[in-house]
T-cell receptor, first 113, second 113 residues
């Protein structure tokens, strides 16, 4: 499967725990984006990364959220001390050139109890 | 501030007829537009895109029209098929300031057999 891979598909955490979401981009793609979809809303941009660099984090909450895309391995979106309002679908997308079309993974559905 | 708006939360059409999904935007700096289709529990799938230098782009059953003066675009699907039933998202990019997608809220299309 050459598509964008995300895992886990479903993640349940209790308030105060940490959530780690992983994304492997399409083969050959070095540009990764994270989006969040809250219930009954559209997708909202969070962060744009290129290998080892954060290019645009203007959509990331200032606290508890961080993202990385190391030289080797998947991109990680990390949410510390989760709260109920973090419950959402988190989608990763990748791009070959960093412009225009982005291709999305299946998403990780985070539920905070 | 919702820069991309899809004012119809839902649309129902008969199989074989035309589906027209609409999208309005407020940011005149947007210069590239995309449509995505999304099934439940899956990630968005790229459908078709259009640059602001064009007013129409066609791909098979899908045609996107752009009216820059009205800041309006539409997606036409003809003929509509039951498998087209999904949520359709309009998205926009301001290429000079980055590559993040700004999404509308989505329109649920139902194609009845």
């Amino acid at each position: 499967n050459a598509g964008v891979m995300q895992n886990p598909r479903h993640l349940v955490r209790r308030r105060g725990q940490e959530a780690r979401l992983r994304c492997s981009p399409m083969k050959g793609h070095s540009h990764v984006y994270w989006y969040r979809q809250l219930p009954e809303e559209g997708l909202k941009f969070m962060v744009y990364l290129q290998k080892e660099n954060i290019i645009d984090e203007s959509g990331m909450p200032k606290e508890r959220f961080s993202a990385e895309f190391p030289k080797e391995g998947p991109s990680i979106l990390r949410i510390q001390q989760v709260v109920r309002g973090d419950s959402a679908a988190y989608f990763c997308a990748s791009s070959l050139t960093g412009i225009r079309e982005q291709f999305f993974g299946p998403g990780t559905r985070l539920t905070v109890l | 501030d919702q820069q991309v708006k899809q004012n119809s939360p839902s649309l129902s059409v008969q199989e074989g007829r035309i589906s027209i999904l609409n999208c309005d935007y407020t940011n005149s700096m947007f210069d590239y537009f995309l449509w995505y289709k999304k099934y439940p529990a899956e990630g968005p799938t790229f459908l078709i895109s259009i640059s602001s230098i064009k007013d129409k782009n066609e791909d098979g059953r899908f045609t996107v029209f752009l009216n820059k003066s009205a800041k309006h675009l539409s997606l036409h699907i003809v003929p509509s098929q039951p498998g087209d039933s999904a949520v359709y998202f309009c998205a926009a990019i301001e290429e000079t300031s980055g590559s993040r997608l700004t999404f509308g809220e989505g329109t649920q299309l139902t194609v009845n057999p």
